[in-house]
């Protein structure tokens, strides 16, 4: 039997960082808890009333953030604010699957068009790997606008 898991972040600023993620990841904010939110509705807006209603303190309301796939096939991704800075390379990082099926230069160039679109959400170009086969197939190093690394695979 397999168990079920979420992938969480140590960040500074959650809401911020679950923004970009959502965006990259197409995933989206649940509602909170026993409110349905009405389509058109930013779930982040629901969010801010059901804070305010539960009379949660300004210096409190992004103490965390959640994402879930609104497919249900992966994982819930949860955000939590940390007061120390990030200090070493990730033991554990995300694969962000941009070119799955493709190789060769077509693969590299979907790649190049995944890094555009992320560096402009803020993600940072680290370093392009380029194919070897039969081990490697290529690959972009990516930092998340927190500095935690993630590969374009």
């Known amino acids: 039997m397999s168990l079920e898991f979420q992938v969480t972040f140590d960040c500074h600023d959650p809401r911020a960082l679950s923004i970009f993620w959502r965006d990259v990841l197409g995933y989206v904010h649940p509602g909170p808890p ?34 879930i796939d609104p ?7 949860f955000f939590q604010q940390v007061p120390e800075d990030k200090r070493a390379k990730n033991r554990v ?4 699957r941009s070119a799955p099926g493709l190789t060769g230069e077509e693969r590299m160039t979907a790649l190049e068009a995944s890094c555009e679109r992320l560096t402009g959400l803020g993600a940072v170009r680290v370093q392009r790997f380029e194919p070897e086969p ?11 606008p927190e500095g935690n690394e993630f590969c374009l695979d």
């Open 71 to 77: 497919e249900g096939r992966g994982p819930r991704i």
């Open 134 to 144: 039969p081990l490697s197939s290529g690959f972009i190093v990516m930092r998340d």
């Open 34 to 67: 026993g409110v349905e939110v009405p389509e058109g509705v930013d779930p982040l807006d629901a969010w801010e009333a059901f804070l305010e209603r539960a009379q949660v303190p300004l210096e409190q309301r992004n103490s965390s953030s959640a994402l």
């Open 93 to 96: 990082h995300l694969d962000v």
